[in-house]
Structures are given as C-alpha cells and as structure tokens.
C-alpha cells in the first residue's frame, strides 16, 4: 500500500506548523469573543480576581479559592463568555449597594432582578456543580474533588470514584490483619 499523488503518508497530513499554528489560534479565538461580548454592551468582563471576590460574596467562605476561581474563570471565557459581562455587573451593583454576604445579597432588591439573580444562581452552580455549562451538551468540568456539592456530606459519604476506597486509596496504610 503505497501513498499516491493525493493521499499523504501516514503522519504526514498534520505537520508541526499547523498544530502550532491552532494552538496559538485558540487564545486569539477566545479573546476576540470577549472583545465581541464587550462591543456589544460596551461593558468590561470581570477579571479572575474580581470573579474571585464576587464568588465569596455571593457563595461564601467556602468560595474562597483563588486558583479555582481562576479556573472557574477560564472555563466561562471558553464557554460563555457573555456571563463574565453579567458578572461584572452584578459586582459592580453589589459593590454600590454594600453587599459583601450572601445573606446580605439574598436580602436585597438586586436578588429580586432577574438577570442579577440568574448570574448569582450561574455563578453558585458552576461552584456547587464543578463544572460550568452554557446549556446540556455545552459544559466543561472545572472540578471535581473540589466541587462544593460533597461538602455537607463529606463526614458519611466518600466522593464519588472509581477507586471504590476513595482518590489516592492506594497511597494509604493498609490496616493490618490481628491474628490471634
């Protein structure tokens, strides 16, 4: 089975160039969807320490991860990065109406707005969930160990695995077996 004019050999279709060229692509595709988001309203997106902030507001303490907030952060910009303009917005009215807690936030007219409320429901389930959606067959999972949802039922139920012992089981002591 040789190559013929119009097929190229095994591993020869896709070269070093184009791989490279689709890699740096992607961060230039990514920014110039936010720059279309931002044209469109003329507003600023949120930063990942902004975002950072925001989650704590609205989540709590249990939100306060900042490697995860920047995670939670890239994911949006790649999936929806319209909701990184919501975002803003809803810190920036938090921040003029002095509202740094959850319970503070759940107690004012701005939970009342309807996109201000979608955004803080957005927000609370990618943190909750793991993962961030735009809709069913559009998500990317952001965490999963560190998802917020195990929390209450860390003390009688192991995160779900495959490793029936739990993540990293394999790495702890055995108990040893009395004879006698």
């Not at 160039?17 to 961060?27: C, D, G, K, N, Q």
């Not at 925001?54 to 490697?67: E, N, Q």
């Not at 955004?119 to 909750?128: E, F, H, I, Q, S």
């Not at 209450?152 to 012992?165: E, K, N, Q």
Request: net charge negative; hydrophobic share 45%.
């Amino acid at each position: 089975m040789g190559k013929t004019k119009d097929q190229p050999a095994m591993g020869e279709g896709i070269g070093r160039r184009a791989v490279l060229s689709v890699t740096l692509a992607v961060p230039f595709l990514a920014s110039t969807r936010m720059a279309f988001a931002q044209s469109q309203t003329g507003d600023s997106a949120i930063d990942a320490d902004g975002l950072h902030r925001l989650s704590i507001a609205v989540i709590g303490p249990r939100a306060d991860d900042r490697l995860l907030a920047q995670a939670y952060h890239a994911a949006f910009m790649e999936i929806e990065p319209s909701f990184l303009l919501r975002a803003a917005s809803l810190a920036a009215a938090m921040k003029t109406q002095n509202l740094s807690t959850p319970e503070a936030f759940s107690a004012s007219a701005l939970a009342q707005d309807p996109v201000q409320r979608a955004t803080a429901v957005g927000l609370t389930a990618a943190w909750y969930l793991g993962h961030v959606e735009h809709d069913v067959d559009h998500g990317q999972p952001v965490a999963f160990e560190k998802a917020l949802m195990w929390g209450p039922t860390s003390d009688i139920m192991v995160t779900p695995s495959y490793a029936r012992g739990g993540p990293d089981y394999w790495a702890r002591q055995t108990a040893q077996i009395e004879k006698g």
